[in-house]
């Protein structure tokens, strides 16, 4: 597989979970990726890729780009399986393999997997103690608040170098949080004049536990289209956004770019999903997600570079269902413009 010079400021892969792709599909997307030199990949799990099976896929498919999950709930899954998991594809690739953990929403959680999305930052703590200490290879017997595990230790190789753990998340809380015990953040649907304040929260918290903000990974994805079909694409994006908008535990990060919230959201719980999605005006849309040409999107993601996101992360989406070249033409167009933009090349 031809590989081009890793991009000299990084650049990560969100992929794109909704769009009813195969394997094969998420296999060629993070091939592509590799190939134009970006950093890292992120899979997300909602109702399509199940996150651990995709990165074994992706590990063995690859060489050297970063993996990880963006997110994965910490209650669809025990600590212990979890620890499994990222300590089975970290020995098969070692370095490479990054935990991206989050809460979830109360439709996947609650409503899906039959759980109970309930003390979230509770939760978080705990899950991020216990699941490090099983990664080092150490014996659990835990009692807290969210659950208990006795008697636990990992029969497989600890993983060296240790996983880092980042989480994601869309409110202050839980941002300062994620800088007081984690290695670093997620950040999505993040608009460009809310990102300092969403930082700050991020390093007040690791001032707070010790810690020196400069350390952190910030991650900030960056939902974008570039191609010749700009109306498709906000059409699609408009309903992506509400579709995260509308959920109560994402609904905070939302209110800023979305005037109407409350009413959209009440019009999407009883079903009537066109009048909610006409209370999401074109503004609020391009506002969070870049639509336009590989210019345009780079623009986007160097100006949250330049705000403090240490890995922009591209998040491109299909069109249409089962549409996998989209995707794939939006990173090769923002690789080539990124590259162009380097003046050594």
Not at 311 to 334: C, F, K, M, N
Request: glycine fraction near 8%.
């Amino acid at each position: 597989m031809a590989v081009v010079d890793r991009l000299d400021q990084p650049i990560g892969l969100s992929l794109p979970v909704q769009e009813r792709l195969t394997a094969a599909d998420y296999v060629e997307l993070a091939q592509v990726a590799e190939r134009e030199g970006l950093d890292t990949v992120f899979v997300g799990e909602i109702a399509g890729l199940e996150a651990f099976s995709a990165l074994g896929l992706l590990a063995g498919a690859t060489r050297w780009i970063r993996l990880a999950t963006g997110v994965i709930s910490i209650y669809t899954r025990s600590v212990s399986l979890t620890a499994m998991g990222f300590a089975t594809v970290a020995s098969a690739a070692p370095g490479r393999i990054v935990a991206g953990l989050g809460t979830g929403s109360r439709v996947v959680v609650d409503d899906w997997h039959g759980g109970e999305l309930v003390e979230p930052r509770a939760r978080m703590t705990d899950f991020v103690s216990v699941l490090r200490s099983a990664l080092d290879g150490q014996r659990i017997d835990h009692r807290g608040a969210t659950f208990s595990i006795t008697d636990f230790r990992l029969q497989i190789a600890a993983p060296q170098p240790p996983v880092p753990i980042m989480l994601g998340s869309f409110n202050r809380r839980m941002l300062k949080l994620a800088g007081a015990i984690a290695d670093g953040v997620i950040l999505a649907f993040c608009p460009l004049d809310e990102l300092a304040g969403r930082i700050a929260a991020i390093h007040e918290g690791a001032r707070e536990a010790g810690r020196d903000p400069a350390e952190l990974e910030v991650a900030g994805y960056v939902s974008a289209y570039a191609g010749t079909e700009p109306d498709a694409a906000l059409e699609r994006f408009r309903r992506l956004v509400l579709q995260y908008a509308v959920q109560p535990t994402h609904r905070a990060g939302f209110a800023g770019s979305i005037p109407d919230l409350d009413r959209a959201a009440l019009l999407w719980s009883r079903g009537e999903r066109r009048e909610a999605l006409t209370l999401v005006p074109d503004a609020a849309v391009l506002r969070l997600c870049p639509i336009g040409s590989p210019d345009d999107v780079l623009q986007r993601l160097e100006a949250m570079r330049a705000l403090g996101v240490t890995l922009p992360v591209l998040a491109p989406q299909s069109l249409r269902p089962g549409d996998a070249e989209t995707p794939a033409q939006t990173i090769r167009a923002v690789a080539v413009a990124a590259r162009r933009l380097d003046p050594t090349r």
